[in-house]
């Protein structure tokens, strides 16, 4: 007999194992959701939390809980209101008869008198605080004048205070009570309704005083842990907060209590700053805190009990469940969980932005698909039908009446339609001439051949209007398409940079804080945007020194050595009061640089050239240079010129790609005039990381390279922008090298020099010629060479630009920084 397999047993186990704890589980969470609907949903909690606060005094005397908290209830929840009355008179009973009485009269006149001017009533939220308090000191001076026929200064004091009282607690209680009836809160708790919260608690814990428990006061033991719990989950400050409240209420409520007072301040403080120990570190807290206080305030027969409180009040802090001080944690600023659940909520808003966005760009894409799939190619059965189309035009005009109509069209058809698609193609390709041929042969074939000829011909006119019309629209559609798809790319893009979230830095901050402070630099703050090789940003708030340039010179290099790659100062903001802090960002460097110069001139020696040019940082690590040469001189060359290079800076700066953007331009000068106004773009894109070229050139002249002794041609043939609607734009590429000199010209330069025949062996020779690498001195001396060939005339706008590639050399070298290793890990 084979031994059963264990390795079938032992999952069947493990499934169970897991089964049974899953149900165990499920049933947990069935007995709580029917706990909390029980208290919260049915209002349960209101009624035990009406009977302790019905029971609760102030001074021993005083009870202004009752009246607040029943207007309170009834305002925010008044199908539990009456729930709350019968806890309150429950709770009044067991102080006295008299007392509920007095409790439930007030009450009973505060909804008579509410309900009567609760017409007149514009705010009533604003207005019940002001009816609990005069009604509560109405009541109470009319019971302390049935009660002894006389009023004295001193009952009138009293309900002045009680009343006063209730008109606080009232505005409490409407802070706190729906905390205590609203099971499923979203909205975090601002500061003011956690002290709400606190001194509601406090409040109804006195309900409890003179209970005890095996000689221990369940006021004590309540109070503690209300500390640790508070403590455990929002920290020292609010511990301590919780402590003094909840101190000096019990101390009002009881002089005997006073000292409780300090206890669970000094426990919520010691509680909060060993919070890092957990549940344990807490207890500990409070534990030392009664031995401190209890060793100082009282004699060792009461310090034993206060120590039992403290162990039971810690038994029932280690019974809390995990979940409720996590829960109660989300509420509370400055905890770990609020900061989670708010950083929860921006990725969810930041996921739902980055979702519309995507969602646009998407509808974007398939607008450009929908565009580019109308350019179909036509085919053979279109032509033919047409063909079709057109020839019966011309016959209904011509042949309908004809008395040889049945002879031409029903006997010889195929002759007659051959003969007019060959007259048809003749005119349109001979602009409405036909060959004497075909006319003699036409002529002996149809009666009316002068008449079908004119029909022909003015069909055919409106015939090529029509296709160039088509030809128009096909143009723009396309045109229409790369745009979209461009914007499409844009928005997908942005897209991604929304979700990609400011990542977590806080060790490698304090590294670079704990470095620069060796260093012996004192740095108040730093945040650290991004650590990504090439692209690092940091922030620091740094003291005034004394102007001598201590970020430049100190700080970017220590950060340089730190994170292993140049960084420099990007942007000072200085202190807005003397001796204060600054912020400094600092920024990686590109690995290479661009040095320009230009040199210019009008016609004439004008003041206004038609030549414009530009040099555009752009954001992602590019460097564009760029000529646009307005057609003629004067303003309105300047004019189209200055606007091209404006529209290609702003849509580059979008990030739309080169080839669109261009495109873009072209078709907005086209379509926003009528006159033959043109304008030539040349464009250089540089890569400041790798140095790699791109160069468009829309109807302008050549640009050189200079690299040693060596002269490199660029050149592309295309027509000005705006003279068509659709063109393709010619992208040439090239690799740039450190101490490379790229020459860019106007025409007026390139074709200046007067007697000569070939330009580019002109200009790079006087290019091979130059003894110096300044940018500014060789656009000068450019310049200076075209317009000494002319005998010192200036025939045209002229402009010339040269950019040197450089390596980029920090002005300051790196300082190296003990104790902390490279990229800050």
């Given at each position: ?642 606007e091209t290079l404006q529209l290609l800076q702003k849509i580059l700066q979008s990030g739309i790609e080169e080839r669109v953007a261009i495109k873009s331009i072209n078709s907005i000068l086209s379509l926003r005039t009528t006159d033959e106004i043109f304008s030539t773009l040349d464009l250089a894109m540089i890569d400041l990381q790798n140095a790699s070229a791109k160069f468009l050139k829309i109807g302008s002249t050549p640009s050189f390279i200079k690299r040693g002794s060596k002269v490199i041609k660029i050149q592309a043939s295309n027509l000005p922008i705006g003279i ?102």
């Amino acid at each position: 007999m084979e031994k059963p397999n264990a390795s079938l047993i032992e999952p069947v186990g493990e499934v169970n194992f897991h089964s049974s704890k899953s149900e165990l589980q499920s049933s947990l969470k069935k007995l709580l959701l029917k706990i909390e609907s029980f208290f919260i949903k049915k209002g349960y909690l209101l009624l035990l939390v009406g009977f302790l606060l019905g029971r609760a005094l102030i001074l021993s005397k005083l009870t202004p809980f009752s009246l607040p908290f029943f207007a309170s209830v009834y305002l925010i929840r008044k199908d539990h209101a009456p729930l709350a009355l019968v806890g309150l008179i429950l709770g009044a009973v067991t102080l006295s008869f008299p007392n509920a009485a007095f409790t439930f009269a007030v009450t009973l006149i505060f909804l008579v008198v509410f309900r009567i001017s609760k017409k007149w009533l514009k705010n009533e939220l604003r207005s019940i605080p002001l009816f609990v308090g005069i009604i509560l000191g109405a009541g109470l001076l009319a019971e302390s004048f049935i009660m002894q026929k006389q009023l004295t200064l001193y009952d009138a004091m009293m309900a002045g205070v009680q009343a006063s009282l209730a008109f606080i607690l009232t505005l409490i209680f409407l802070q706190s009570i729906p905390l205590l009836t609203m099971n499923k809160r979203r909205q975090l708790l601002k500061t003011e309704e956690i002290v709400c919260l606190i001194i509601m608690l406090a409040s109804i814990m006195t309900g409890t005083i003179g209970w005890k428990v095996y000689d221990l006061s369940v006021e004590h033991i309540m109070s503690r842990y209300l500390v640790l719990v508070f403590s455990f989950v929002a920290g020292a400050t609010i511990g301590s907060t919780v402590g003094v409240v909840t101190g000096l209420i019990f101390s009002l409520a009881s002089v005997s209590s006073f000292y409780n007072m300090s206890l669970l301040a000094f426990s919520g403080v010691l509680g909060g700053l060993l919070k890092e120990g957990r549940k344990i570190g807490v207890s500990i807290g409070l534990f030392i805190s009664t031995l401190l206080i209890g060793m100082y305030g009282e004699g060792g027969g009461s310090l034993s009990l206060s120590i039992l409180e403290t162990i039971a009040a810690i038994f029932l802090f280690l019974l809390t469940p995990q979940a409720f001080t996590s829960r109660l944690a989300k509420y509370i600023p400055g905890t770990a969980e609020y900061t989670a659940e708010q950083q929860k909520y921006m990725r969810k808003m930041r996921d739902v932005t980055a979702q519309r966005v995507a969602q646009f760009s998407n509808v974007f894409h398939a607008l450009s698909k929908s565009f580019s799939q109308m350019d179909v190619l036509p085919t053979e059965e279109d032509g033919d039908r047409e063909l079709d189309y057109f020839m019966s035009n011309i016959t209904e005009k011509t042949c309908q009446t004809c008395f040889k109509k049945e002879q031409c069209w029903a006997k010889n058809f195929n002759t007659t339609y051959a003969y007019m698609e060959e007259i048809i193609h003749e005119m349109d390709q001979k602009d409405g001439a036909v060959s004497s041929k075909l006319s003699r042969e036409w002529e002996k074939h149809c009666t009316r051949h002068k008449r079908v000829f004119d029909a022909i011909q003015t069909e055919l006119t409106f015939h090529q209007a029509n296709q160039k019309l088509k030809k128009q629209v096909k143009e723009s559609r396309k045109l229409v398409a790369d745009q979209l798809q461009g914007v499409s790319e844009v928005m997908d893009n942005f897209a991604k940079e929304i979700q990609r979230e400011r990542e977590n830095h806080h060790k490698q901050e304090e590294q670079i804080m704990e470095a620069l402070q060796e260093f012996g630099i004192h740095i108040e703050q730093v945040e650290i945007y991004s650590l990504e090789q090439g692209n690092v940003d940091i922030e620091m708030g740094v003291p005034t020194f004394n102007g001598h340039g201590e970020c430049e010179k100190l700080i970017a290099p220590c950060l340089s050595d730190i994170l292993g790659e140049t960084i420099v100062v990007n942007k000072e903001e200085f202190a807005a009061y003397p001796n204060g802090f600054y912020q400094v960002s600092f920024r990686s460097t590109k690995a290479f640089t661009v040095e320009t110069g230009v040199a210019h001139a009008a016609k004439d020696g004008g003041f206004v050239s038609g030549d414009s040019y530009s040099t555009i940082e752009l954001g992602l690590g590019k460097y564009a240079i760029a000529i646009s040469d307005g057609m003629g001189n004067g303003e309105r060359a300047h004019y189209e010129s200055k606007e091209t290079l404006q529209l290609l800076q702003k849509i580059l700066q979008s990030g739309i790609e080169e080839r669109v953007a261009i495109k873009s331009i072209n078709s907005i000068l086209s379509l926003r005039t009528t006159d033959e106004i043109f304008s030539t773009l040349d464009l250089a894109m540089i890569d400041l990381q790798n140095a790699s070229a791109k160069f468009l050139k829309i109807g302008s002249t050549p640009s050189f390279i200079k690299r040693g002794s060596k002269v490199i041609k660029i050149q592309a043939s295309n027509l000005p922008i705006g003279i068509l609607q659709e063109f393709e734009v010619d992208v040439v590429s090239e690799q740039l090298k450190a101490g490379d000199l790229l020459i860019m010209m106007s025409d007026g330069v390139f074709e200046g020099p007067k007697h000569v025949e070939n330009y580019d062996l002109w200009m790079k020779r006087k290019i091979q010629e130059l003894q110096t690498d300044d940018p500014q001195e060789i656009s000068d001396l450019i310049m200076e060479d075209v317009i000494r060939s002319r005998g010192g005339l200036i025939d045209d706008d002229m402009t010339v630009t040269v950019a040197k590639i450089k390596h980029n050399t920090p002005k300051w070298a790196s300082i190296p920084v003990q104790k902390l290793k490279r990229r800050a890990q």
